[in-house]
């Protein structure tokens, strides 16, 4: 059977504007300055001395080019004057040696600023990429979720790979000009009339290149929701994590069959703006041909007409493929960067939204120990949902406490877990600990004194070491690290493995290891374990273990207990037993509060869940 039709996904994260729709053909060659700044500015922090160098290379490119030129002038009025064929070569021979010389110093100052282009561009390619990932890892949580969010991180990824450009196409615009003007100076010596010719020749072309880089840019944007998905679904559909789930549920034909349909949507758009570039490139050559025609033909007049002598109009010719040729570069590679810079443009936008979503919170340090935590009619909403997840909830846990959160699916419970660890920052009433409003805490100092085990927790790609200890300072032997891993029993199935605990755990990694599910649940309880943490919460730490694994943590748990505050979120009623208190949470907010004999004995939801626990 083939397989089913793919849905048609209607993906209505639009970020914002297509910011071209505005754009004037002046208003973008007015921003090309502004680019060529930033990017001298980027290169200027990176390597001061490889910019010096490109800078030294670029005049040196100029001036051999008008040297190239003058003396070019020269040799030709030796070349072409009366006399014998020896004597004339004779005589242009100090200027043909001046020629070879430019020539050769043109070449060198061009491979020097490709080495120093080499020195900056990697690093710059780093800086942009570090700053798009620490970004992202600083924005506040709540705001990942908001609608766009991710639409914008991907148009940012974009100007990150597009950055290994920027010096590139900066340098070759640059070198063009620099040629462009001192030929275009010789020229307009040669003959004032030359020059605005030839301008008319290329200005067609410049505009043809930059409306073609604003039509490759709204194709892009408008498959940025597309790829966006795409991407997803590349990486949940070729990930060996769920291969099980995709083969077993049939799902591979309608996976693959998807893929490529939305590939194919991708490049629908792409060819339905190929007509539209080609007609922009015909029309723009066709326009600056008819111009190039009149220019030569003009050339030709002066000469015939005397008005220029021969040897002159044979410099003007070579003048005149100069000047074109950088004039050209000129237009391409500005159009080039313009291209760029529209992508550089969203990858700025989006630092700056990540920065504004960045925490603003107040620099006080939490007092330790965490001694207690309060919500004080606390409300969150979600971005785009009617009602709010956690509504108008006050609670205090102290040191010493263990609190069970328990409740139905979508009750509110893990919204609560993040508010208490400030993870979210309430719409409405406050979270303290020990007195202090958590907006007013450094969050960096404040997650210093938290551990969590989250429903999905990260299988980090890392040692089994890098596994426990990630997140807290590296420490001198691995005596902590043992006895982590021992109270979530995990010390002998690490000892089997092949490097202990430098094993890596990632099969899919040459010399990887892999853990079953409830091992590495074991093995983000022992991460948890191993930070002493003041705040400790577990969203369902049990829910992959076998009935030993599960005893053992929860022991492991109590004997903690003293020193910290604990917050186990479980739907195994059963081990709310080691709570020293209980809070049914429903529709957000808290219904039921007691220890474990109260609510059982009760008549309310815990004890409604209890039994349909145990009814089988
Ligand atoms: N990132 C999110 N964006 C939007 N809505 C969310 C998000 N996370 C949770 N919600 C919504 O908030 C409500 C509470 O979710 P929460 O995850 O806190 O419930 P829960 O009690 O932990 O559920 P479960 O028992 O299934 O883990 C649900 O209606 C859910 O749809």
């Not at 504007?17 to 208003?27: C, G």
């Not at 973008?28 to 030294?56: E, F, H, K, N, Y």
């Not at 990260?458 to 109270?487: H, I, K, M, Y």
Request: with cysteine; charged share 20%; hydrophobic share 45%.
């Amino acid at each position: 059977m083939p397989p089913p039709p793919p849905a048609e996904l209607r993906y209505g994260g639009r970020y914002s504007k297509n910011p071209l729709e505005d754009a004037t053909f002046a208003a973008m060659c007015r921003r090309l300055p502004s680019v060529l700044a930033q990017t001298a500015r980027m290169a200027w922090r990176i390597d001061r001395a490889a910019v010096l160098l490109l800078a030294g290379c670029q005049l040196a490119v100029g001036v051999s080019a008008a040297v190239l030129l003058t003396f070019t002038a020269r040799a030709m009025r030796s070349v072409l004057a009366a006399g014998p064929v020896d004597e004339r070569i004779h005589q242009a021979l100090p200027a043909v040696l001046v020629i070879a010389a430019a020539s050769g110093l043109g070449r060198v100052a061009t491979a020097l600023s490709s080495y120093a282009d080499g020195r900056i561009t990697p690093r710059l390619t780093t800086e942009a990429d570090s700053a798009l990932v620490a970004a992202v890892c600083r924005m506040e949580a709540a705001a990942r979720a908001e609608d766009g969010c991710a639409d914008r991180q991907e148009a940012a990824e974009m100007g990150v790979v597009r950055s290994h450009l920027m010096v590139q196409d900066a340098t070759r615009l640059t070198a063009a000009v620099v040629r462009m003007v001192t030929a275009s100076g010789v020229l307009s010596v040669l003959h004032p009339l030359m020059l605005p010719l030839l301008l008319l020749a290329v200005v067609p072309a410049g505009v043809g290149a930059v409306l073609h880089a604003r039509v490759t840019y709204e194709t892009h944007y408008a498959n940025v929701g597309d790829r966006n998905v795409r991407q997803n679904l590349r990486g949940w559909a070729t990930s060996a994590k769920f291969t099980d789930e995709i083969r077993a549920n049939s799902m591979t034909g309608y996976l693959v069959f998807w893929y490529r349909a939305m590939s194919e949507r991708i490049d629908a758009h792409t060819l339905a703006a190929a007509p539209r570039m080609l007609r922009i490139v015909l029309t723009s050559s066709a326009i600056g041909g008819v111009f190039l025609v009149i220019t030569w033909a003009a050339l030709a007049w002066l000469t015939a007409s005397g008005r220029i002598e021969l040897a002159i109009a044979g410099t003007a010719v070579v003048a005149v493929q100069t000047t074109l040729a950088a004039l050209s570069q000129v237009v391409i590679y500005g159009a080039a960067m313009f291209h760029t810079a529209l992508y550089l443009a969203d990858m700025d936008g989006f630092l700056e939204y990540a920065a504004e979503r960045a925490p603003k919170r107040g620099g006080l340090t939490p007092t330790r120990p965490v001694e207690e935590v309060c919500l004080h009619e606390v409300v969150y909403h979600y971005p785009g949902k009617d009602s709010p997840a956690v509504a108008g909830v006050s609670l205090t846990v102290r040191r010493g406490e263990i609190l069970a959160v328990v409740g139905e699916n979508g009750s509110g419970k893990s919204t609560l877990t993040r508010l208490l660890a400030a993870l979210f920052l309430a719409d409405k009433g406050r979270v303290t600990w020990n007195g202090h409003d958590v907006t007013d805490l450094d969050p960096d100092s404040l997650w210093e004194l938290s551990g969590l085990v989250p429903q999905h927790f990260a299988q980090w790609p890392l040692s089994v070491r890098d596994n426990v200890t990630l997140g807290q300072p590296r420490e001198e032997g691995d005596d902590r690290v043992w006895q982590a891993l021992e109270a979530v029993g995990l010390r002998e199935t690490i000892e089997d493995l092949p490097a202990g605990l430098d094993t890596l755990l990632a099969r899919e990694l040459w010399g990887g290891s892999e853990l079953s599910g409830g091992q590495w649940q074991r093995l983000a309880c022992a991460r948890v374990l191993y930070r002493g943490a003041g705040l400790v919460i577990l969203d369902e730490p049990t829910s992959q273990m076998d009935a030993r694994g599960e005893h053992n943590i929860l022991e492991r748990i109590k004997a903690l207990a003293a020193d910290c505050i604990t917050i186990v979120v479980t739907h195994q009623l059963v081990n709310t037993k080691i709570a020293d208190r209980i809070i049914v949470m429903d529709h957000g907010r808290i219904t039921e509060h007691g220890t474990y004999d109260e609510l059982a004995d009760g008549a309310g939801t815990f004890a409604e869940l209890l039994a349909l626990s145990t009814d089988r």
